[in-house]
């Protein structure tokens, strides 16, 4: 079966540091993966470089099959291919619905207000009320974006990237400034997501979330990838613990 998504010997050099360097790997379609690593270690890098918001210095990209390295973000995303950023980037000046209804344009144009205009409003508005319901923003659709919670705020974001008819999702910190309860609502539906198909890659930092909701991780410390397993088996690699944890544990005892 072809792989949902897959990156061959990525390499990327800012001036004198090496951000990515040479990581390859697989993802099977419907695979839930968890993305983690110390701070610095390359992974929103290695993100965009899937995404075609940066090109690589050396290796290849390849979606379901096809090799999209050399091709823009806009054509990625009639692809399949949908990313959610750190942080959230809205139209502000726009109501929740219409936010999930322009995402949508992207579809079949790189123009999504030329889209809004060639669909139907009904059709395209029951598809995005459907959306906002699959990630708990029922009730909230014609408020305006300013007047939303940062944790409701990350579920539009993720509407956003749904509305794109995604076979691929990137999530790039979805959890982060979010409070327990929170996170755990937002990674819930995540996982919901995932089980209706949709191969999903997720670079998080909550820990205790990513390690529930994953079914694989990926480690990478400082541009290289040093574990590739399940949670448990990932997280008791004595290599993790030296570069994350104990980073991690370094920087709460300073």
Known sequence: MTSALQ??????RFG???????????????????LIGPNGAGKTTLLKIIAGLLAPDAGRVIIAGMDVTNLPTELRVRKGLAITHQVVRPFRSMSVLDNVMLAAGHRVTANPFVALLRYRRDTEEARAREILESVGLVGEEHKSVMALPLGRLKRLEVARALAVDPVLILLDEPLAGL??????????????????????????????EVM???RRLLVLDQGRI????TPHDVMTDARVREAYLGKAQDDAAA
């Not at 990156?7 to 990327?12: H, L, M, Y």
């Not at 327990?180 to 191969?199: L, M, P, S, Y």
């Not at 040093?226 to 397993?229: E, K, L, M, S, V």
């Open 179 to 208: 409070n327990q309860r929170e996170a755990a609502q937002q990674a819930d539906v995540i996982a919901a997501i995932n089980a209706k198909g949709i191969t999903t890659v997720l670079i998080e930092h909550n820990l205790a």
């Open 226 to 229: 040093i574990a590739d397993g």
């Open 212 to 214: 529930r909701v994953s």
């Open 16 to 34: 004198g540091v090496q951000a990515v360097a040479g990581v390859s790997c697989s993802i099977a379609r419907g695979d839930l993966v968890g």
């Open 7 to 12: 990156v061959d010997a990525i390499a990327i």
